[in-house]
């Protein structure tokens, strides 16, 4: 491809976004926003997004068949699954004027994922045992409505996303496949160039399963997620379900002090409550009361500094969701207004959940169940009983340590490029899909869902891979295999050695445009292709060839130009 033929240029006076992703490349056209979230993709920006996802097609096409299904479907699929007013992401596609309108005034939904779409497709199809098992999968374009959609790729409002779905006779024959499918995402990862530092990390499975889900997660200092593995063997869990232990304090008081209530009106935060109190933060404790799905009213407290799980809480009190009471059952079930809840003199008609955090502590404060009011000095064994159980129930936080080893967690920032979740028998009951065994019986259908963000996954090789002179691609996914620059007085060797190149097999940039030699220079660091290969009056016959990671260079025949870059293959 001749540079000089793109419809698109670099910019380098594109603002500076928040995320390098956004800022490199707008600045060397590889994408251009539309509006927050929402990309168009320009011819080498669709080159790397091509490559990426078809190093995806080919590990998935090793494990299941490609298929492509609709975006826009009817909502009564979505009102099947009880997910239309539940899932806080749907988009809708509506008439956008009343011309539209008198047509057809349907709604649709704008499909952030496929469960609803491809369960009742497969069933058309496979209702015998002996249909068992297989898996589908597609690249399609996605809908979320992202409140915030920021750091270029990596969030958007309208993304393009790799979903595989399996179907199987039992959960036995599910988790087999759910080991199948690990093995080819850490390859895909590995063939990406992302493999070295993509980890598979537990987290929640949320309401399809009481085991955990996967997550793939490259660690990124501009990631979102926070990771914390067990460094003594290769166990990562995402922050919100990290099993944690909260490091010992040590305390100069040794004696049970007398119980005060303090008053204390209108201070916010635990550390604001501190200075006031003049304890340390983590004499605090936090009290939260959450409303389950069920009914109950559950109360969670964890030591000052923590926030409180819904995650763990949610499954530590065997329920599917939590939600904060309003001000008014706060103020029936403690007496006070909201903010001053605590541990102290609690019906008994409510759960109480404290965290480990909050025990092994002499003379800690809690609220008051009073409005405007702490109590301090309070001490387990003589103010309130010594819990029969304490609960992990925090949000884990650097230097908590691993409960099984004692250990100090290893914590990173990460990003998310790949899920997997083992449905089980959600959608195949919603929908009433069953197979029939060798017996006539029939039996709900197990199922899996398996997604990889592709175009997150270009993002994400940008912040992990770029410098201060612009994009470095690794050579699977990168535009072109290298850069062609002609210099003024070379022009006649220069399209010689791109025809050789080109009829070599050789993917090639060709920068042919009349510029000068630094304003060439600078776009080829900008662009990040692989190999820069420069021909000038001065190279004569050869050719200078050098890595976009290299501050060196060196002069090859054009055979010997060949024969290095057709060797650094994936």
């Avoid at 999968?137 to 959609?149: D, G, H, L, N, W």
Wanted: charged letters at 25%; hydrophobic letters at 40%.
């Amino acid at each position: 491809m001749k540079l000089s033929g793109l419809p698109v240029k670099t910019n380098k006076n594109v603002r500076q976004f928040e995320s390098k992703n956004a800022t490199l490349l707008q600045k060397a056209g590889f994408i251009d926003q539309t509006m927050a979230g929402v990309y168009a993709f320009l011819p080498l920006g669709w080159r790397v997004l091509t490559k990426i996802e078809q190093i995806v097609r080919e590990e998935m096409d090793r494990i299941g068949v490609e298929v492509f299904m609709p975006a826009i479907v009817p909502t009564k699929l979505w009102e099947t699954t009880g997910r239309l007013e539940t899932v806080d992401v749907l988009m809708k596609a509506v008439p956008a004027n009343a011309s539209a309108a008198l047509k057809n005034d349907a709604e649709y939904v704008l499909s952030s994922t496929h469960e609803e779409v491809v369960t009742p497709l497969v069933m058309k199809f496979n209702r015998s045992y002996r249909d068992f098992p297989f898996a589908v999968y597609q690249i399609q374009t996605k809908f979320r409505s992202e409140p915030r959609a920021k750091s270029g790729l990596l969030r958007c409002r309208e993304f393009r996303m790799k979903d595989l779905y399996s179907f199987h006779v039992s959960e036995a024959d599910l988790k087999k496949y759910y080991e199948i499918v690990k093995k080819a995402y850490l390859e895909v990862f590995r063939r990406l160039g992302l493999g070295d530092d993509t980890v598979v990390v537990l987290a929640s499975g949320g309401d399809f399963t009481k085991d955990y889900s996967h997550e793939f997660q490259t660690r990124c200092d501009t990631g979102e997620d926070t990771v914390f593995r067990v460094p003594s063997s290769e166990v990562a869990f995402n922050r919100e379900v990290a099993p944690a232990k909260a490091p010992p304090v040590t305390y100069r008081d040794t004696d049970m002090l007398p119980r005060k209530d303090v008053e204390g009106k209108g201070i916010i935060g635990v550390d604001e409550l501190a200075r006031f109190l003049k304890i340390p933060v983590e004499k605090t404790t936090k009290t939260l009361i959450f409303k389950a799905d069920d009914g109950q009213i559950i109360v969670a407290a964890v030591r000052g500094g923590y926030d409180v799980s819904e995650v763990k809480l949610a499954k530590a009190a065997g329920v599917k969701s939590l939600r904060l009471t309003d001000p008014e059952t706060v103020k029936q079930i403690t007496g006070a207004q909201t903010g001053y809840a605590g541990i102290l003199n609690l019906p008994d008609t409510v759960r109480v959940f404290i965290d480990e955090s909050v025990g092994n502590r002499r003379n800690f404060e809690t609220g008051a169940n009073r409005t405007d009011f702490h109590s301090t000095n309070v001490n387990f064994g003589r103010d309130l009983p010594e819990p029969g159980r304490f609960y992990d129930i925090k949000v884990a936080r650097p230097g908590d340590l691993f409960p099984d080893t004692g250990e100090p967690y290893e914590v990173f920032q990460a990003c998310e490029v790949g899920n997997i979740f083992p449905l089980n028998t959600k959608f195949s009951t919603a929908f009433g899909y069953l197979f029939t065994d060798e017996s006539g019986s029939t039996h709900p259908v197990y199922m899996g869902s398996y997604g990889i963000g592709t175009s997150r996954v270009m993002g994400v090789i940008v912040e992990k891979f770029s410098d201060d002179r612009g994009l470095v691609w690794p050579r699977a996914v990168a535009p072109f295999a290298a850069h062609l620059i002609t210099l003024k007085g070379a022009e006649k060797r220069g399209a010689q050695v791109y025809r050789e190149l080109t009829d070599s097999g050789i993917e090639i940039l060709w920068d042919d445009r009349e510029e000068s030699a630094g304003v060439k220079f600078s776009d080829a660091d900008l662009l990040g292709i692989p190999y820069r290969l420069v021909v000038s009056p001065k190279t004569g016959e050869l050719v200078e060839i050098k890595l976009r990671t290299s501050s060196a260079s060196e002069l090859l025949s054009l055979g010997a130009v060949i024969k290095t870059i057709k060797a650094d293959k994936e």
